[in-house]
């Protein structure tokens, strides 16, 4: 209900696989050991519908390859940038 406080759930490990990055002409990258989440999922949205506002709303979708080139290597996130280098 709305007055009901919010829950949180951890999601498995089987339902979030990661993917390793690796490059078949530069198998030393496998060594950086980068993995990545191959679907993402975010759930901090809110959808509304006939006047009523559902947050926490799931909604997956697709990654652009910018977005997953600026994830790896900017120095606020990941920042492989040099070691990938």
Do not use: K
Not at 67 to 77: P, Y
């Amino acid at each position: 209900s709305p007055n009901d406080a919010p829950q949180l759930f951890d999601v498995p490990l089987e339902c979030a696989p990661e993917v390793h990055i690796h490059h078949p002409e530069h198998p030393e990258l496998s060594e950086l050991n980068m993995r990545w989440y191959p679907i993402p999922a975010v759930c901090a949205l809110d959808m509304t519908i006939g006047g009523i506002v559902y947050s926490a709303v799931p909604f997956n979708g697709w990654y652009a390859n910018t977005e997953v080139l600026r994830d790896l290597t900017d120095a606020s996130r990941y920042n492989m940038l040099v070691p990938v280098a």
